[in-house]
């Protein structure tokens, strides 16, 4: 049996834990929630909540299901109370990364964080095919962390990672730095910058006269078998034509120094940017 501690529990992302998490009997689940919104989305799901003290002074596992922003200050008032021996979960690598949790030597930190499901992979009921996100029907791998704490730790960490996430595929175990790395600068930095540019040229054609229900078709096939070539899983290469182009594409639409985003010092100053909410263009 383990008592889990979540602190935002009442949140998005914390209810979606919760629900994983309350199907397994064994688990005790001490739910910590501030709002009155989260504390009655706690309630319509017939659970009650916990008071934060009480929660801190009897968990085992503390997950901190809270945003970016607000991850660091939290810690550092909370994470004082919890017992030796306590694992200490975040579900995103930018509060870890950045350096904002507080130092204690006798609790673990473990640092989560779902993949998503997989854009290539096959989804049999709609319930799946509406699940973007991951644990409420589609399955998705997740990667996984110990920054610190005893070993044995990390297993403990992952089955409650596997069963928050559920259903997961496959669980990669690797550091908080190469966490950083995928999220935010492969995924977000980069993956969401170039994807709203996708998004962009879609409604600069539209601007320039053509349908919608064309662009937007045109768009989405085109965006299904490139993807598909680039990543080397459709069993052909692009035309001749269109490498050509791409490149002149590339040339007008990236700087040549790109890549530097992810030297060591970028990757920690991106996830110091989110934590401090501010932009440096």
């Given at each position: 049996?383990?008592?889990?501690?979540?602190?935002?529990?009442?949140?998005?992302?914390?209810?979606?834990?919760?629900?994983?998490?309350?199907?397994?009997?064994?688990?005790?689940?001490?739910?910590?929630?501030?709002?009155?919104?989260g504390?009655?989305?706690?309630?319509?799901?017939?659970?009650?909540?916990?008071?934060?003290?009480?929660?801190?002074?009897?968990?085992?596992?503390?997950?901190?299901?809270?945003?970016?922003?607000?991850?660091?200050?939290?810690?550092?008032?909370?994470?004082?109370?919890?017992?030796?021996?306590?694992?200490?979960?975040?579900?995103?690598?930018?509060?870890?990364?950045?350096?904002?949790?507080p130092?204690?030597?006798?609790?673990?930190?473990?640092?989560?964080?779902?993949?998503?499901?997989?854009?290539f992979?096959?989804?049999?009921?709609?319930?799946?095919?509406?699940?973007?996100?991951?644990?409420?029907?589609?399955?998705?791998?997740?990667?996984?962390?110990?920054?610190?704490?005893?070993e044995?730790?990390?297993?403990?960490?992952?089955?409650?990672?596997?069963e928050?996430?559920?259903?997961?595929?496959?669980?990669?175990?690797?550091?908080?730095?190469?966490?950083?790395?995928?999220?935010?600068?492969?995924?977000?930095?980069?993956?969401?910058?170039?994807?709203?540019?996708?998004?962009?040229?879609?409604?600069?054609?539209?601007?320039?006269?053509?349908?919608?229900?064309?662009?937007?078709?045109?768009?989405?096939?085109?965006?299904?078998?490139?993807?598909?070539?680039?990543?080397?899983?459709?069993?052909?290469?692009?035309?001749?034509?269109?490498?050509?182009?791409?490149?002149?594409?590339?040339?007008?639409?990236?700087?040549?120094?790109?890549?530097?985003?992810?030297?060591?010092?970028?990757?920690?100053?991106?996830?110091?940017?989110?934590?401090?909410?501010?932009?440096?263009?």
């Amino acid at each position: 049996m383990a008592r889990i501690a979540i602190l935002g529990a009442g949140g998005k992302m914390g209810c979606r834990l919760t629900d994983n998490l309350k199907i397994n009997d064994a688990h005790e689940l001490l739910l910590v929630e501030v709002s009155e919104t989260g504390r009655q989305q706690i309630a319509d799901r017939g659970l009650s909540t916990t008071e934060q003290a009480s929660a801190l002074e009897r968990a085992e596992v503390v997950i901190l299901a809270l945003p970016d922003r607000l991850l660091g200050s939290v810690a550092r008032e909370v994470v004082a109370y919890v017992q030796p021996g306590t694992i200490v979960i975040t579900l995103d690598p930018a509060a870890a990364h950045a350096g904002e949790l507080p130092e204690r030597g006798d609790i673990t930190y473990f640092v989560t964080h779902p993949c998503h499901p997989n854009v290539f992979d096959h989804f049999d009921t709609q319930p799946e095919r509406d699940d973007f996100f991951g644990g409420a029907g589609a399955r998705q791998a997740i990667v996984c962390a110990l920054m610190q704490g005893p070993e044995e730790h990390y297993a403990i960490g992952e089955n409650l990672a596997k069963e928050f996430y559920r259903p997961v595929t496959r669980s990669h175990r690797i550091t908080v730095e190469q966490m950083a790395i995928l999220e935010p600068t492969m995924a977000e930095t980069c993956s969401i910058a170039l994807i709203r540019t996708l998004r962009n040229v879609l409604e600069e054609a539209v601007s320039r006269g053509v349908p919608r229900a064309a662009a937007e078709d045109f768009m989405y096939g085109h965006i299904r078998v490139e993807l598909g070539i680039a990543f080397g899983l459709a069993p052909f290469p692009f035309s001749d034509g269109a490498q050509l182009i791409s490149a002149y594409g590339e040339k007008q639409l990236l700087k040549d120094d790109w890549k530097k985003l992810f030297d060591p010092e970028s990757v920690k100053q991106q996830t110091k940017m989110i934590i401090e909410g501010i932009s440096q263009q």
